[in-house]
């Protein structure tokens, strides 16, 4: 069945549902799109609601030694379901089983087969007071998945497990006995009352940049893990921060370099699309062209910027000694004061390989480099409406080069 089937099937199956036991909601908006609504992260993705707790009847699937009550404090429609749960301590064993709240997937699934496509499987959870929340994934008696989150008091918040970890397909290929084990406690570890709404299966496959038929490199997110692949040359997988605590977010990404950042021991993960790594300003190397950079990162040349052209920026986070390289992203840094900047980079003791400009004043257009009469285009865009340059040459003696921004004329 393709993709778009999938997402009717299922929107099918909720509206005839929901014709069977209540009058239709006043809001007509099918829950794919309700859920896109409240949560933007899922925009572009294919998902199944598995239990919306719009009905009573949806509680059957779900066991606890204290009963959870439906309630009308909802993520999307009109019904969710509220879980006070039991009392115990973190540390007390017998206690356990009133502290956790089971849902069934098994007898939610209908036939669907896991993974298949899905690469994430989750609920919204909304606990009354800032929680640590558990979600497990249990394949009968045997814990195969765990997430963890700190979720904050009052708030809808996702939390979801990722499908796509080889060691799960044995686990998953069965899917008669699957079930998701929630756990709600505050931070001194006492059980608290929960809300639960929108169990869910994602697919959040996404390719995110594709310039790897120009040599370049393919970035990917499925699942929690967001691939970097340059065919041949290197590849990079990381983890998302909704993953684990020293997971990754792709703050930015384009043809020349991906930046992550961390709430991790490191803070900041720098990768080059000639495979140079920078960890907190750390230099690494993958590849020749980045074992070659890693010399100049340590030494970077003296830079001069034409005054009437723009100046050098010695003031950005990031510039440990103030010179105008930022050793945290590895770039020189150049505030431009006309469309046509004039830079002179005189080598200090080792050759200036590869070396990175941020540029910040350009008017916006086609950005080229000149250098010893070599026109050069490798350029990006970045959020923040600088523009990144990366020259692929080898400067070794004192050498000027020209950054031009002209009028975009292709669109
Ligand atoms: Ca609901
Ligand atoms: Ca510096």
């Not at 959870?125 to 008091?153: C, D, E, K, Y």
């Not at 756990?183 to 709404?197: E, F, K, L, M, Y």
Request: include cysteine.
């Amino acid at each position: 069945m393709s993709p778009v089937v999938k997402i009717f099937a299922s929107l099918t199956v909720a509206a005839l549902v929901g014709c069977a036991d209540r009058p239709p909601a006043p809001t007509a908006i099918p829950f794919v799109y309700q859920l896109q609504r409240q949560d933007d992260s899922l925009k572009g993705h294919r998902l199944r609601t598995l239990l919306d707790f719009e009905h009573e009847s949806d509680l059957v699937f779900v066991q606890s030694s204290r009963t959870p009550m439906r309630s009308t404090v909802t993520h999307t429609g009109q019904g969710a379901m509220r879980w006070e749960a039991g009392g115990g301590s973190a540390n007390d064993d017998s206690a356990k089983d009133a502290s956790e709240l089971r849902m069934r997937i098994s007898s939610v699934l209908f036939g669907t087969r896991l993974p298949d496509t899905w690469t994430l499987l989750g609920c919204y959870v909304r606990p009354q007071l800032n929680a640590n929340i558990g979600l497990s994934l249990f394949h009968g008696n045997t814990q195969v998945a765990q997430a963890l989150l700190v979720a904050p008091a009052g708030q809808w918040t996702l939390l979801s497990l990722d499908l796509t970890d080889p060691t799960l397909a044995a686990h998953l290929a069965d899917n008669s006995q699957l079930s998701l084990r929630l756990n709600v406690r505050n931070q001194s570890g006492t059980p608290i009352a929960c809300d639960v709404d929108d169990v869910l299966l994602i697919d959040n496959s996404v390719t995110l940049l594709d310039t790897s038929a120009q040599g370049g490199w393919k970035i990917a997110r499925r699942g929690y893990t967001t691939t970097i692949d340059a065919p041949g040359r290197f590849r990079v997988t990381a983890i998302a921060a909704a993953a684990k605590r020293d997971g990754w977010v792709l703050t930015e990404y384009n043809a020349c370099r991906a930046v992550l950042r961390s709430d991790g021991p490191t803070k900041r993960w720098i990768i080059y699309n000639d495979g140079r790594q920078l960890r907190d300003g750390k230099m690494q190397s993958g590849t020749d062209a980045g074992r070659a950079s890693t010399e100049s990162h340590l030494k970077p040349a003296d830079v001069e910027v034409e005054a009437s052209t723009g100046q050098l920026n010695r003031h950005t986070s990031g510039d440990i000694d103030n010179d105008g390289y930022n050793e945290q992203s590895g770039a020189y840094q150049i505030k431009a004061v006309t469309p046509r900047v004039e830079v002179t980079m005189r080598p200090a003791g080792t050759p200036a390989v590869a070396p990175v400009f941020e540029i910040s004043g350009l008017t916006p257009g086609r950005v080229s480099a000149t250098i010893e009469g070599r026109l050069i285009q490798a350029s990006a865009v970045l959020p923040d409406g600088r523009v990144l340059i990366v020259l692929p040459v080898r400067i070794e003696r004192p050498t000027t080069l020209i950054i031009k921004s002209s009028p975009d004329n292709r669109s």
